[in-house]
């Protein structure tokens, strides 16, 4: 069975930095591609970064040249490392991942970020 655990959210200060990692476990699919989404409260989720198997990523327009993610393919493991943090930021940030024989995506929990100002 797929496990998704998300960590590292947490409080922090406005420009300060933060560093989320997700691990997929269990699975016996070929991972395609993972990646990090965001709600707000009273918004709808949207995709921060996404990065697949070879490397290509993609960021939402809001988070380019604050963010980067980035994957560890054999441990199955991706980072999100969150600099120059706004107070927009605060959000519930997801883990998603895709597998290449599945068609359906496979969500972590959630991990809280909250960047006070």
């Known amino acids: 069975q797929v496990r998704i655990t998300e960590s590292g959210g947490g409080l922090v200060q406005d420009g300060g930095s933060l560093r989320l990692s997700c691990v997929a476990s269990?699975?016996?699919?070929?991972?395609?591609?993972m990646a990090w989404y965001r709600q707000a409260p009273g918004k709808h989720r949207e995709l921060v970064a996404s990065?697949?198997?070879?490397?290509?990523?993609n960021y939402g327009d809001y988070v380019k040249g604050r963010f980067t993610i980035s994957l560890d393919n054999v441990q199955s493991t991706v980072y999100l490392q969150m600099d120059s943090l706004k107070p927009e930021d605060t959000a519930v940030y997801y883990c998603?991942?895709?597998?290449?024989?599945?068609?359906?995506?496979?969500w972590g929990q959630g991990t809280q970020v909250t960047v006070s100002s």
């Open positions: 990065i697949n198997k070879d490397g290509g990523t």
């Open positions: 998603m991942t895709d597998y290449l024989e599945v068609p359906s995506p496979y």
């Open positions: 269990g699975s016996q699919f070929r991972l395609y591609a």
